[in-house]
């Protein structure tokens, strides 16, 4: 299996320009997940969903932020405008989901989002 | 809500130095406790799965163990390979919650 994919690896923009962060997970994955990474919050959970449904979207830090999946091959993330602050390195992740126990999740090579 | 405290934030060993990285947690129910291994520019990956307190697991130079407040990732006679940042994250009862909550991460180097 390719594992989860994401594009573009990285991605600078201009402060008010919207952003397109895409994931496809692994197939047969129930649950996908998008992460962001800076070094002073660390992995920050933004919004998961299970079955293409939002879950839980509380960690979406403004109206900004919205994420959309399709289908189950296919997720996104969009800033829109796009700000400074936003800058970090943005993960999407997925799992089976299928077990009552911890089930890890695997995680793809991120995007390095700069926002000049 | 679920948290995580790793320590120490960064650990500096000479090869061949055994240490342990400390993850405290505080979960509603926990489902699972994960350890993680990322390597710059990469995403996180998979090392352990811990489910109860006592539960032990060991891969190669790693072992990890739980108990109910904390858990320690032991590093037997480390290499440089070793080197990377390791993270530790919970999933909890929480009803619906599939989500891990990770910890900031230790920051390892072992130097040759």
């Known amino acids: 299996d390719a594992g989860v994919i994401q594009s573009p690896r990285h991605e600078v923009t201009e402060m008010g320009q919207e952003v397109t962060l895409r994931c496809k997970p692994i197939?047969?994955?129930?649950?996908l997940f998008w992460y962001r990474q800076t070094m002073m919050r660390g992995l920050e959970l933004l919004i998961y969903?299970?079955?293409?449904?939002?879950?839980?979207d509380s960690g979406m830090p403004e109206d900004r932020f919205s994420a959309k999946m399709p289908n189950a091959s296919f997720s996104t993330l969009k800033i829109q405008p796009s700000e400074p602050r936003d800058s970090a390195v943005y993960f999407c992740?997925?799992?089976?989901?299928?077990?009552?126990?911890?089930?890890?999740?695997?995680f793809g090579s991120g995007t390095q989002l700069s926002v000049l | 809500e679920d948290q995580v405290t790793q320590s120490p934030e960064a650990l500096r060993l000479q090869e061949g130095e055994s240490s342990s990285l400390n993850c405290s947690y505080t979960?509603?129910?926990?489902?699972?406790l994960f350890w993680y291994r990322q390597d710059p520019g990469k995403g996180p990956e998979f090392l352990f799965t811990?489910?109860?307190a006592g539960e032990e697991k060991e891969k190669e130079r790693l072992k990890a163990t739980l108990t109910k407040k904390e858990s320690f990732l032991h590093i037997t006679a480390p290499k440089p390979e070793d080197s990377a940042t390791y993270l530790c994250?919970?999933?909890?009862?929480?009803?619906?919650?599939?989500?891990?909550?990770f910890g900031s991460g230790t920051r390892l180097q072992v130097q040759p």
């Open positions: 992740a997925s799992s089976l989901g299928r077990t009552g126990r911890g089930e890890k999740l695997f």
């Open positions: 197939s047969g994955h129930d649950y």
């Open positions: 969903f299970n079955n293409n449904v939002p879950i839980d």
């Open positions: 979960v509603s129910g926990l489902r699972g």
């Open positions: 811990l489910y109860s």
């Open positions: 994250a919970v999933q909890g009862w929480k009803a619906g919650r599939r989500a891990l909550t």
